[in-house]
């Protein structure tokens, strides 16, 4: 039985509000029981460890191993005397002489200086038939549109400054394709910290969040 978040359809649109789906749920279906890459898994601070929606924590509970790559050397050796298999390493220029099951890229394809490095390494990490998990910041969250408001009205535009762009929905299937991955689901998901309510009210496309199933296109089966 197909056990994957109901708001996600198989022809790469964006699919129906169906109720609260904590971001582990959107990530439970392809990860669980497999083996896992963890790209840019310190989430800024290692202290974030202590916190339950930690996803790099989260996956270490489902998936049957999981290998973190992060380029934060004081963060990689605080988690690793955790017991965290953490490794150090930039994830635009990386090579560990092995595949997986599913590389995972939790909001940090906004921080590469090159995004095209950034695929070609995830590609060369998947098994045959591995899967691209990635989440990213909406440029049309609903959210963006106040803050254009605020600059608008002479106001300071705040941004993560180590941030190197953004992306939509359109770029984002753009580029991937480029790459040679071919987008399966695709939908937008907000923090786990935002209350149910907000979540409903706030349309689907215009949420704070994309979320992207994706495959190497040369793995994928082709119907006969």
């Known amino acids: 039985m197909d056990s994957r978040p109901a708001i996600m ?58 290998t973190g790559l992060d380029a934060r050397a004081d963060g990689v050796a605080a988690l690793r005397e955790q ?4 490794l150090e390493g930039d994830v635009e220029a990386f090579d560990l002489r092995r595949t997986f099951d599913v590389v995972v890229a939790c909001e940090l394809i906004e921080h590469v200086s ?10 060369r990490h998947l098994v045959a038939d591995g899967v691209f998990l990635l989440t990213t910041p909406n440029v049309f969250a609903f959210g963006n ?36 991955f071919v987008v399966e689901h695709m939908t937008t998901i907000v923090p786990d910290r935002y209350p149910p309510w907000l979540e409903r009210w706030i349309p689907l496309k215009v949420r704070s969040k994309l979320f992207v199933v994706a495959r190497h296109s040369e793995r994928v089966a082709v119907p006969a």
Do not use: M
């Open 83 to 86: 017991g965290f298999h953490i």
């Open 9 to 66: 359809n198989s022809n790469c649109q964006f699919g129906c509000y169906t109720g609260r789906v904590k971001r582990i749920e959107h990530f439970r279906f392809y990860v669980e029981g497999k083996n896992i890459l963890d790209l840019g898994c310190v989430d800024h601070e290692w202290q974030r460890s202590r916190e339950p929606d930690w996803l790099h924590g989260q996956l270490c509970r489902v998936a049957a191993s999981v």
């Open 114 to 123: 090159n995004v095209g490095n950034f695929l070609e390494c995830v590609k």
């Open 145 to 180: 549109l106040l803050r254009i408001i605020r600059l608008a009205h002479g106001r300071d535009l705040p941004d993560n400054p180590e941030h190197t762009h953004w992306q939509s929905a359109q770029t984002l299937r753009g580029v991937l394709e480029r790459h040679g």
